[in-house]
Structure formats: C-alpha cells, structure tokens
C-alpha cells in the first residue's frame, strides 16, 4: 500500500519512470517520466490549437522538451492566456492529461474508479467546545500580528514586492468582517484532502467552528484533538485515508460527510518523487468532479509561485523597477549572463508570463501546479454550474519537504537576489486567510478567469527581473559563501 506524506512545499521530483510504484494505485497509462506525460498532454492540446499555440513553440520531441520546459511553459501559458480560446485550451490539456491516468493494475481510467459505487471509510469525530471565532492573526515579522497591525504589515510586504495589492485588500476586507466578534464559519463543512499538511488551513476553520473532514493518510495529531480553542467538529478515518489506493473510498467518505449538503474541498495532500505531486492532484481532482452536481460550492489550493502564471501591469512595473535599482554586482551578472538571458518574463502578444518556473522541481510537480491546479481550477471556475475557486499563490515556505540540498543552499543566499521566503506556519495562516476571504465574499467568488491566479504571495519571485531557473544558481553560490559548511551535503546528494 502506497504511504502519501501530506508535506507540502517547494518540493523536488525524482526524474525517473514511475511504473515501479505505481503497480497498484493511482499511476500512468504507461511507464516513462512525469514529465514525458506532461509534454504528452501539452502537446494534445497543440495540435488541436495550432493558431493559438504557435507561439508556445513547443518541441515535438519530448527530449527536447524535458531540457527546455523552463523555458517553453511560460511560452505556453502566455499564448494560451491571450487566446480567445483559453478555456477550451485548458479543458484540452486538463482532459489529455487525465487520461493518462489510471488505477494499476486493472488500468482503468481514474474518473470511472473514483465515481464508482463504493463504501465510505468508517470515521470517528471530535466535537469541540470553543466559542466558534476566528479572529485573523498571522506571525510576521517575530510576532502575531492581528487587526490594524496585521493589515499594516501585510501592506509591508506589498510594498517591499513581496506581494500583489488584492493581499492587502483581502486581509483588509477579512480585518473588517471579522471586527471584534470575530468570522463565525459555524455550520459550514469542509473536506480538507492532505489535512496534516503544513500549509493546509485546518485549524483556521476549526477555530472559526466548522464542520472539518480530515482525509490524510496521518491521524490529527493528539495536540490538536486536544485543544479546546476550537470549536465545530473534526471527522476523521482512524489509521488515515490513502488517496491513491482507495480514491473512491474517499469520494464516498466525502459524500457522507456532505448530506447532501453543499460543502467546500481543500485540496492540500502532497508528496514528492516517483510523480506522486501529479498522481496525488489527479486523485483530488477527480474526487471534486465524481462527486454529485451541486455538493460542491467551492473549491481552495494553493499555487507555487514556480508556476508560470500571467503578470498583472502592476507586477511589470515593479519588475521594471527592480531592474532599475539593481545594485552594481547584480547587474554585472546580469550582463555576464549569469541570470540567464532576457527579462523575467516573456511576451507573447499583450501577454506576458512569469519565467518562475525551476527546472530541478521536475515535471511531474508542474504536472501538478499548471496543469493540476491552475488549469483544472479555470476549468472549474468555468463549468456550468461554475465551482467557486480560491487559487492563491504561496510564497515559497521552508517546510519538511525541501530536502534537496540546492534548495537549503539557495534559500540561504535568495535573500541577496530580494527573494524573500516564509515559514510554514506564516503561509498557513496568511494564505488559510486569503482562502477564507475567498469563500466568504459573493465579489471575490464571482472572478473571471484572467483575475482567478492574481492574489499572489510570491515573495518576489513574480517581480524578479531575471529567470528564476539559473537565478537559483546564483543563489546556491551566494549561499555556499555564507556558509561553507553546506559543501558536504550538496557533494553526498
């Protein structure tokens, strides 16, 4: 049986074919990388959008797109997002790409196995006595920052380019709703799949009294069953759900917890190597889309912000300006091309996308991010009935699972290159808010496609005037500089 850690994070994929893991549970149609199946799915959707896509220029051959698909998403996703058809290009890639999906060993498609008639999993609950208020806080800056406070700080981070504006906006309008009594979620339910991850908002919504299910293949932790500033209910399946061997079993186990009743999903369950990033998506995708017309009024993630997404005027303005005041050093690497080559962006037409996307990740998490997450969120968000969508990026976070050594080298020295990262409980709680203002406002559910990606916390990624990919280089030496010591664990990887 498959064991799926909920980490979630800036996370490394093996580049390796994933059929060894995958002989039972949730896999690919067939052996071969991650990212084979992504440049697969992708390049489905070009043939049947060749005007649209020919500026995307991607590679026929999947060797050629596995060294070059840094740079050819971007490409991608700006000449999709410029196109009239957007949409129907989305629906395209998102369909290619879960048909290549299946449940191993019989090789059946995963949509059929997850709305097949099955059993819940047997549950247990935990009714909590707190007075059902969330009060918004987060740990900024050393210290719990709530109220005036805390919008003035998050306000800190617009300015500093760490943030969009709709941030500050969002904690703002959450500030202000909850005024001294605090946002009652008393009798809303939510499914939240991965709910031991670090960046998943579980506790928020407890805190604010709703009806959690907990899907992970980790029991709530005794500390958390124990506390009594909760309140609402936490229900959960004792020694924990696998999504990838007992997909259906998890669809029923939602079902049940519904009532038939609209509910929101979270969808936070992550792991990394043998593709599991991907494998793990397409399971809680296909778990939002078997379940019954109408259960679900709402649907929250969290985007990378190594996902290649479309830049706001305001975020070209503030790349331009950090291009600008660029210290002497940096531009000196800049010109030596030790950045990489061009802006941090490229254009195609009126539109321009992010160059944030780090090749070391691997394919099968930007199998998951763009694919999984973005493009399956606008599918959503534009189906009929439509599904409201909260997909709001988080800043890089330094959680368990960043255990490649080029990362812990190059967060080390990002600071240098104005990259700013969080801890995992300041992204929890800053983006779990961000979610909640999200479910909360009719004015922010009701945004159209081009606005779904736009309330970002990149940490600067989304400003930066160079290419992420090579920048990370520069990064791993400045921080190797700093500290020496970390040669040893970058020579053993």
Not at 131 to 158: K, N, Q, T, Y
Not at 180 to 200: F, M, N
Not at 293 to 321: D, F, K, R, W, Y
Not at 429 to 439: H, I, P, V
């Amino acid at each position: 049986m498959n064991v799926v850690d909920s980490r979630d994070g800036i996370a490394v994929c093996e580049a390796h074919p994933v059929a060894a893991d995958t002989d039972t549970g949730i896999g690919f149609v067939d052996a071969g990388s991650a990212t084979a199946h992504l440049h697969a799915a992708l390049h489905d959707a070009a043939s049947r959008f060749r005007n649209e896509l020919a500026a995307a220029e991607l590679p026929d051959d999947p060797a050629a797109f596995r060294t070059s698909y840094a740079e050819v998403l971007p490409r991608f996703e700006a000449a999709r997002a410029g196109s009239s058809q957007r949409v129907e290009i989305a629906r395209a890639v998102v369909a290619a790409a879960n048909e290549r999906l299946v449940m191993r060993p019989e090789g059946t498609p995963v949509g059929e196995v997850v709305a097949r008639p099955a059993d819940p999993l047997p549950t247990e609950v935990r009714s909590f006595g707190g007075s059902g208020r969330l009060h918004p806080r987060v740990a900024l800056d050393g210290a719990d920052r709530s109220g005036a406070e805390l919008v003035d700080h998050v306000s800190a981070m617009v300015a500093r380019g760490s943030a969009s504006a709709s941030v500050a906006e969002a904690i703002t309008w959450l500030v202000d709703a909850a005024g001294s009594d605090g946002i009652d979620l008393t009798g809303r339910r939510i499914a939240i799949l991965g709910a031991a991850a670090e960046l998943a908002p579980t506790r928020l919504w407890l805190e604010g009294g709703a009806h959690v299910l907990w899907i992970d293949v980790a029991d709530p932790p005794a500390d958390l069953l124990e506390r009594n500033d909760l309140a609402g209910s936490l229900r959960w399946v004792p020694g924990g759900a696998d999504l990838l061997t007992d997909p259906d079993r998890v669809r029923a186990t939602v079902d049940e917890f519904a009532e038939g009743e609209p509910i929101d999903l979270g969808l936070y369950a992550y792991a990394g190597g043998r593709a599991r990033e991907w494998r793990l998506t397409a399971a809680m995708n296909a778990v939002v889309d078997a379940l019954p017309t109408g259960i679900v009024q709402g649907v929250a993630m969290l985007l990378s912000p190594t996902t290649c997404g479309v830049l706001t005027e305001a975020e070209l303005a503030a790349e331009a300006g950090r291009l600008a005041g660029a210290p002497r050093w940096l531009r000196m690497l800049a010109r030596l091309h030790l950045l990489g080559s061009g802006a941090g962006h490229t254009t195609v037409g009126d539109v321009a996308a992010n160059r944030g996307v780090v090749s070391i990740q691997g394919g099968s998490y930007q199998g998951a991010q763009y694919v999984g997450k973005m493009l399956a969120a606008e599918v959503w968000a534009t189906t009929d009935p439509p599904i409201s969508v909260s997909a709001n990026t988080a800043g890089v976070s330094l959680t368990s699972s960043v255990q490649h050594p080029v990362f812990d080298i190059a967060f080390a020295g990002a600071k240098a290159l104005q990259i700013e990262t969080f801890a995992p409980a300041t992204t929890a709680a800053l983006n779990g808010l961000l979610t909640l203002r999200d479910r909360l406002d009719p004015s922010s559910a009701a945004r159209p496609p081009e606005e779904l990606f736009t309330t970002r916390v990149h940490g600067g990624i989304y400003v930066a005037p160079y290419p992420i990919d090579p920048a990370l280089r520069v990064a791993a030496a400045i921080g190797l500089m700093r500290d020496p010591g970390r040669v040893a664990a970058l020579v053993r990887r």
